[in-house]
């Protein structure tokens, strides 16, 4: 699979809670992330999805994978540190939206 | 006993119990049952095992120490480090072979970084062993994410705040080594020297490596006139 985001683009994290659903999952997306707008930092290659590997399949075909940058105020408004802090995630291509440059917090 | 004052001298009474214990006995017993089996069944032995553990023994912090040392005395290796950092490993003699992939993140006068796994512990284990205990406590995980800064503060790094620092969170397949930023006071240094400022904290990102202290400062120059008075 070749990766549909660029170094730059923004993103939205998708807002999705599958660990609420009636079957096992296993979730590699911090609750921290999902639904607010990051920035591609790097594109990190493919990897066989571990949301398959966990319970024994192939996880094929492999996802792309990337580091998202967030701003550290857009997810903890109220938290410590200074405006330009940052805060990254590696996340797989199927939890990704473009985003434009107003979403967020969905 | 009187606990506070017990006979070590130290006050037990002051802190809270420690809360880091081992793993669950259920946990212990499943780790057990599952390597038996494993054995048992052939897919490895007991003595593969134990090499095993004696290969994850011998790496220490101490060989990224050395490859932080080589980056910041070698720009070209630094470039080739910061592009592909096990071919990097593998040029410095450490075997990276059938690891994770690994990132280095170079920290600047306008970027810090600090590394954390918040999903389990992922850790460059393959460049600096075994991670140490804090790595891998829920306190660490859960508060360096929301208050990197307040985190870093209890490390003694204190940052200013024109320096943005970004967590960076382990969450899929890639492991992470901070590369930090080679202190003032230490360009008389051999890459030796060097080596021992770089600590396994400051690979994660937690701290800074420490200035030389004058009298290694003076013994490294010392050293050097002794060098050159003999050619």
């Known amino acids: 699979m070749s990766a549909r985001f660029h170094v730059g683009d923004a993103v939205l994290v998708r807002n999705a809670w599958p660990e609420d659903g009636p079957t096992r999952v296993h979730v590699r997306t911090p609750h921290y992330v999902r639904g607010q707008r990051g920035v591609i930092d790097r594109v990190l290659g493919t990897f066989p999805n571990p949301e398959d590997l966990a319970f024994g399949r192939p996880g094929l075909p492999a996802q792309p994978l990337y580091q998202v940058r967030f701003r550290q105020r857009d997810i903890w408004p109220r938290g410590g540190g200074a405006p330009g802090d940052s805060i990254a995630a590696d996340l797989y291509e199927h939890w990704l939206e473009p985003a434009t440059t107003e979403q967020g917090h969905g | ?231």
């Open chain 2, 1 to 231: 006993m009187d606990d506070k004052h017990a006979p070590d001298g130290h006050d037990h009474a002051a802190h809270a119990a420690i809360e880091e214990t081992g793993p669950s006995p259920e946990f212990l017993l499943l780790e057990q049952a599952v390597r038996e089996l494993l054995i048992a069944k052939g897919v490895f032995t007991a003595d593969d095992m134990r090499r095993q553990i004696d290969v994850m023994d011998s790496r220490t912090p101490a060989q990224g120490a050395r490859i932080v040392a080589h980056a910041w005395t070698d720009p070209a290796f630094k470039r080739r480090l910061l592009a592909d950092a096990k071919a990097a490993a593998t040029e410095m003699d450490v075997d990276v072979k059938n690891t994770p992939e690994l990132i280095v993140l170079e920290n600047t006068e306008r970027l810090h970084h600090v590394v954390v796994c918040t999903l389990c512990s992922c850790y460059p284990k393959a460049i600096l062993g075994i991670p140490p205990a804090w790595y891998k406590s829920v306190q660490y995980r859960a508060r360096v994410v929301k208050d990197p800064r307040g985190v870093l503060k209890e490390f003694g790094t204190e940052l200013p705040a024109a320096v943005e620092v970004k967590v960076v969170d382990s969450t899929a397949d890639l492991r992470y080594l901070v590369l930090p930023r080679r202190p003032p006071g230490s360009d008389k240094l051999s890459e030796a020297e060097l080596a021992t400022l770089v600590t396994r904290d400051c690979m994660i990102g937690v701290t800074l490596p420490a200035a030389p202290s004058a009298t290694a400062r003076a013994a490294a120059s010392a050293a050097r006139d002794r060098r050159t008075d003999a050619t």
